[in-house]
């Protein structure tokens, strides 16, 4: 009997990109609102493949701000 490899795609975030948590695809931003109290952005997105409406929260960093 033969055997098959399986490959699954994996949830990943590839350049910086969320992907999708049910289909793996990459999802766009529809709406943004700063928290600048707190650092933190809340996106809303929605997946370009299955359509899927999903909101982030995104923390601000500051690169080559620690030494």
């Known amino acids: 009997m033969a055997r098959r490899r399986i490959t699954r795609k994996k949830n990943k975030q590839q350049g910086g ?3 999708c948590p049910k289909c793996g695809s ?3 931003v529809r709406r943004t609102e ?3 109290e707190i650092s ?3 996106r809303s997105r929605i997946c370009d493949k299955c359509g899927l409406s ?5 923390k601000i960093v500051a690169v080559g701000s620690e030494k």
């Open 34 to 36: 700063p928290q600048p």
């Open 54 to 58: 999903l909101e982030t929260e995104e």
């Open 40 to 42: 933190v952005q809340l």
């Open 26 to 28: 990459s999802t766009k």
């Open 17 to 19: 990109g969320i992907r």
